[in-house]
């Protein structure tokens, strides 16, 4: 299934590679409030903001722990988000529901932690529009778009990220990339960017 991506410069794409965290939902909130018990301190939702993307190895940093301390407070986080789940952006379901009618394939790779994604798509739902999913678990995110492009036969698929680490990743893989200017990061220079995810619809052709 290949699709054209209306670019400045059309690209032929045979498959969209999502990030989850400033793409797909925003679980600040939630983690905010898991961490800052665990931890004993209040752990800002602005601090939560700018870890995302984000390794735990540079988490860990940014919050003053140790990574096994981090590790027992991200299992903890999986807990609450596997029950309760996270908040969704707004046209995400519309949008993933029209791609698999079209059969376009779909996956996430993203830099959390083991099971994190699971939640997403367990609490909401949607592990049917996924045909597959990585975390930093596997790997680097270059490595793990990479892995899904080897083990599903996908040339050419499109990034839909908000982050620096993201552009990064698929500019190392040479693919195009969309960047969700409702996440988290900075506006990126020479980046298509899009205010809801909505617009992708438009955008493929």
């Known amino acids: 299934m290949t699709f054209q991506l209306r670019l400045p410069e059309p690209q032929t794409c045979d498959g969209i590679i999502f990030d989850l965290d ?41 919050i003053g722990v140790t990574p096994e301390q981090l590790a027992v407070a991200q299992s903890k986080e999986n807990d609450h988000l596997w029950r309760r789940g996270g908040r969704v952006y707004p046209n995400v379901f519309p949008l993933l529901r029209s791609l698999y009618l079209r059969t376009i394939p779909c996956f996430i790779v993203s830099n959390c932690q083991a099971g994190y994604i699971e ?65 988290f990061g900075d506006p990126l220079p020479n980046v298509t960017g899009i205010a809801d995810i909505s617009e992708l619809v438009d955008l493929i052709t």
């Open 22 to 62: 400033g793409t797909l939902w925003d679980t600040t909130a939630a983690v905010s409030r898991v961490w800052t018990k665990e931890f004993g301190r209040e752990i800002p939702m602005e601090t939560i903001r700018s870890c995302m993307g984000k390794t735990a190895a540079e988490i860990s940093q940014v």
């Open 119 to 183: 939640c997403f798509v367990h609490h909401h739902c949607t592990d049917r529009y996924f045909k597959a999913w990585r975390t930093s678990a596997a790997g680097p995110k270059a490595a793990n778009i990479r892995s899904i492009m080897t083990a599903y036969g996908v040339n050419r698929p499109v990034v839909i990220g908000d982050t620096e680490s993201d552009y990064q990743a698929a500019t190392e893989n040479h693919l195009p990339m969309l960047q969700a200017w409702y996440g």
